[in-house]
């Protein structure tokens, strides 16, 4: 499995911005799929945006498509949400995930569909 470590979150008034970051290790990283999901207290994890190992276009929950940007460096090993245009429905624990060489054109992607998980970065958004 590859191992994977979150950071960049925190608190943030609504409307800002901020930027998490994932560190991979342990298995190639440009042979992932790699994703961010999220998890509010009491609701299921959510898939909130997923980056291919194909040459496919990312996949954005339709709650944070405009708002959120994922991209990635194979060559830095990292992986990176971009999120801007906060609310406090954005609140949650967000999770890096990686999936060797899982397609997304065709299936949304779910949690299930992921083999690697990282702990996790809390981000917090106050109205």
């Known amino acids: 499995q590859m191992q994977l470590v979150e950071s960049g979150g925190g608190l943030v008034q609504a409307g800002g911005s901020l930027r998490l970051s994932c560190a991979a290790s342990?298995?190639?990283?440009?042979?992932?799929?790699m994703g961010w999901f999220r998890q509010a207290p009491g609701k299921e994890r959510e898939c909130v945006a997923v980056?291919?190992?194909?040459?496919?276009?990312?996949y954005y929950a339709s709650s944070v498509k405009g708002r959120f940007t994922v991209s990635r460096d194979n060559a830095k090993n990292t992986l990176w949400l971009q999120m801007n245009s906060l609310k406090a429905e954005d609140t949650a624990v967000y999770y890096c995930?990686?999936?060797?060489?899982?397609?997304?054109?065709?299936?949304?992607?779910?949690?299930?569909?992921?083999?690697?998980w990282g702990q996790g970065t809390q981000v917090t958004v106050s109205s």
């Open positions: 995930a990686a999936a060797p060489f899982l397609p997304i054109a065709t299936k949304q992607p779910e949690a299930a569909d992921f083999t690697s």
């Open positions: 980056d291919s190992y194909f040459d496919e276009a990312p």
């Open positions: 342990g298995r190639p990283f440009n042979m992932h799929t």
